[in-house]
């Protein structure tokens, strides 16, 4: 009974982490269109982005499982839409910026797990090859070392 629920529980997370990352896809395309649409000077246009971009920081909130980080999403979206032309550049920045890191972040964990799990079969090989040395008292050492002083004096 624990097993499954144990895997219910694993499957929800996952799911709301997969929302979640939509979520911020969805932030980052619509800062984009946003930022397109403030380069066009058509004001009515960049409203309605403007407003979507509001949605799509609510809907981060909505989906996040940590109600503090809820309640900073809530807040830059209350912060934008409230906000001045000033306000609104430098809440955007900021927003680019972490929505770039929360993008890249899984990419940057698999890639530390595949060089940490490399290092570690790298130094068990190592281990094993020095407990080998000590106990045959370094003869296999000694031995290949002289083989390959010799195929380089053959080479020569």
Known sequence: MESSQTAQNQQASSTEEIEWRRAVE?????????????????QQAK?????????????IADNHPDPKVQEEWRQKALTFESGSEAERRGLLGDIGKGVGVLLSVPFALVGAAVFATGAAIYGAG???????????????????????????????
């Open 47 to 59: 409203q309605e982005e403007a407003q979507k971009l509001v949605n799509a920081m609510n809907r």
């Open 26 to 42: 969805d932030l980052d395309a619509q800062l984009k269109r946003y930022e397109a649409t403030e380069r066009t000077m058509d």
């Open 126 to 156: 190592n281990l094993v090859k020095g407990v080998g040395n000590i106990m045959t008292g370094g003869a296999l050492e000694r031995k290949r070392s002289r083989k390959l002083s010799s195929a380089g004096e053959k080479v020569q």
